[in-house]
């Protein structure tokens, strides 16, 4: 018995598996500058001719002027051994043999905070010291460090002054620096005297003074006096530096929710080569899903407020900005999810961000085509389904 009567438990027939393929992007859009200033997950400072030039600030606001001896405090009146360590990140120096990492006094009165401001001082009058660094001796000992001008951290300790010291890299090279947020920052150390133990200065910003949280950002942060090319608008483009995320909203049928079973859901971008540099270089791009509900209309703000990658079962692309071809995500979890919302006025978007998995750690991005592109080259998205069952009289 059953067949007919009850086609959900016993189908007396095969029922055959549909697809089809829509264009379900309604709206692509680049969103930068990620991540914002002081949150990178490392200092990652680069040059490359006039193709890129990254620099790294880092803040010791609250260095001690006072020093405690036999259990009485008293003012700090010379310094010895001054010097800033630095930890590198094993994980990518861009460079063989040797190149010269430089310190800069980049403490300034007034606006110090606009790329044009800080890159300005960076200087040979300013110039604090050098120290050659080997590729191969970093595998050894991460740290290197740079004597810093003892009777300069004097005058700025008695003067009550910050002491905020900019990095370059003098050659043509890349590195990633440990930073705040990788718990291994920049340490500025110096001894009151000779025979004292040393002084060891974290980093810590107290500016600007209305804001705690920028503030605290910015201990030590990133400066792009040369990054990668600006977005034309026309192509979503991820990575680069400053770092973007392509942002793209979709309209799926409310037909393929209600009416069907969804068993595959692909999307298919395609990838156009691009880049001058690290164009061989593959870099991971994460779609993630967003979680900003349909009120939030700014795009850099909804691109920010983001599912953790590889939440949903999307896995990452890895390809070079040279790579080219069509690009395919599984987002079957995910259309399952937004086809669960009960009240789509208020739930999160229907929408994907592809955000790099190394955003603000280097210079390549990847570029896809958009829905204004030719149609061969637009953004599909491939639904296979099986009609839902319905209960009935036969």
């Not at 164009?279 to 700014?298: F, H, K, M, T």
Request: hydrophobic share 45%; charged share 20%; net charge neutral.
């Amino acid at each position: 018995m059953g067949g007919n009567t009850c086609p959900a438990l016993c189908p007396t027939e095969n029922i055959p598996l549909q697809e089809v393929v829509i264009e379900p992007v309604a709206l692509a859009a680049n969103a930068g500058d990620f991540p914002l200033r002081g949150r990178e997950t490392g200092l990652w400072i680069a040059t490359r001719g006039d193709s890129l030039d990254v620099r790294a600030v880092v803040r010791f606001d609250t260095v001690t002027s006072t020093i405690t001896v036999d259990g009485e405090t008293r003012p700090i009146t010379s310094v010895d051994s001054a010097h800033i360590q630095i930890r590198f990140s094993l994980v990518d120096i861009g460079w063989s043999g040797d190149i010269t990492l430089e310190a800069y006094d980049v403490d300034s009165v007034g606006v110090d905070t606009t790329t044009t401001a800080l890159a300005s001082l960076y200087r040979p009058d300013r110039l604090l010291g050098t120290v050659v660094v080997n590729s191969a001796a970093l595998f050894l000992d991460d740290s290197v460090k740079i004597a810093l001008p003892n009777a300069l951290l004097l005058q700025k300790i008695r003067a009550g002054r910050p002491v905020r010291i900019g990095l370059r890299l003098g050659g043509a090279g890349h590195a990633l620096l440990q930073s705040v947020e990788t718990g291994a920052p920049a340490r500025l150390s110096f001894k009151a005297n000779p025979e004292s133990r040393p002084i060891n200065i974290a980093p810590v910003s107290r500016a600007p003074t209305s804001d705690a949280t920028l503030a605290t950002d910015l201990a030590d942060y990133l400066v792009v006096v040369k990054g990668t090319d600006p977005v034309d608008g026309t192509r979503l483009v991820v990575g680069g530096l400053p770092s973007r995320r392509g942002y793209m909203r979709m309209v799926i049928p409310p037909f393929y929710f209600d009416s069907v079973v969804l068993v595959r859901a692909t999307l298919s971008l395609t990838q156009r080569p691009t880049g001058t540099v690290f164009r061989e270089q593959d870099i991971a791009v994460a779609p993630v899903a967003v979680s900003a509900g349909p009120l939030i209309v700014d795009i850099r703000r909804a691109a920010s407020l983001v599912y953790p990658s590889l939440q949903f079962g999307i896995g990452a692309i890895v390809a070079a900005p040279a790579d080219s071809g069509v690009r395919t995500i599984d987002l079957i979890q995910l259309v399952r999810q937004w086809g669960s919302v009960t009240d789509r006025a208020t739930g999160p978007q229907n929408a994907i961000v592809l955000q790099s998995l190394s955003e603000g750690a280097g210079a390549g991005a990847l570029e896809f085509f958009g829905p204004d592109a030719p149609a061969a080259l637009r953004p599909k998205l491939r639904l296979s389904f099986i009609p839902r069952a319905r209960f009935g009289r036969p």
